[in-house]
């Protein structure tokens, strides 16, 4: 399965000079957690709602305060991205890596067409048949023996 197949056909995107304030109402109506970022035709950047609320500030009554800047200023710049034929593979490796949630999908021509979430990948590993037992090696530490062996 590649991008082409995976991806979100309807993005909801925003221009660099809206309001944070704007770009949050549009999340919270729309369940959106990240929004590209397009000037003209081109993929400007990326807002995720984790940038976002790392800038709001909370008033009286637990209202938002918004600084007064544009999506454009606080946008992560130059977002991960891939093409329409990277495989499900390749982007969850590059999400990973990268620690990011959502990796736009551009043409040879840097045209936005397409995002693929962790969401969707959610979708894809909902798909795999079931496991009759499933290998899982993990290992818990409690922060208290960490901070003790340092």
């Known amino acids: 399965m590649d991008a082409e197949m995976?991806?979100?056909?309807?993005?909801?995107?925003?221009?660099?000079?809206?309001?944070?304030?704007?770009?949050?109402?549009?999340?919270?109506?729309?369940?959106l957690r990240h929004?590209?970022?397009?000037?003209?035709?081109?993929?400007?950047?990326?807002?995720?709602?984790r940038d976002l609320l790392l800038s709001i500030g909370r008033?009286?009554?637990?209202?938002f305060v918004y600084p007064k800047q544009s999506v454009g200023e606080l946008m992560s710049l130059s977002p991960v991205s891939a093409g329409p034929s990277a495989s499900v593979g390749e982007?969850?490796?590059?999400?990973?890596?990268?620690?990011i949630d959502a990796i736009p999908?551009?043409?040879?021509?840097?045209?936005?067409v397409g995002l693929v979430t962790s969401t969707d990948l959610m979708k894809v590993l909902a798909l795999l048949p079931r496991?009759?037992?499933?290998?899982?090696?993990y290992q818990i530490r409690r922060a208290a023996d960490l901070q003790a062996r340092a």
Do not use: C, N, W, Y
């Open 6 to 31: 995976l991806m979100s056909l309807e993005i909801v995107t925003v221009p660099p000079e809206l309001s944070l304030e704007a770009a949050h109402r549009i999340m919270l109506e729309r369940g």
């Open 35 to 49: 929004l590209p970022v397009v000037a003209g035709q081109r993929l400007a950047g990326i807002l995720s709602d």
């Open 59 to 63: 008033g009286e009554g637990g209202t």
């Open 91 to 99: 982007l969850a490796k590059a999400m990973l890596d990268a620690k």
């Open 105 to 112: 999908i551009l043409t040879s021509r840097d045209v936005l």
């Open 131 to 137: 496991e009759p037992h499933p290998r899982i090696a």
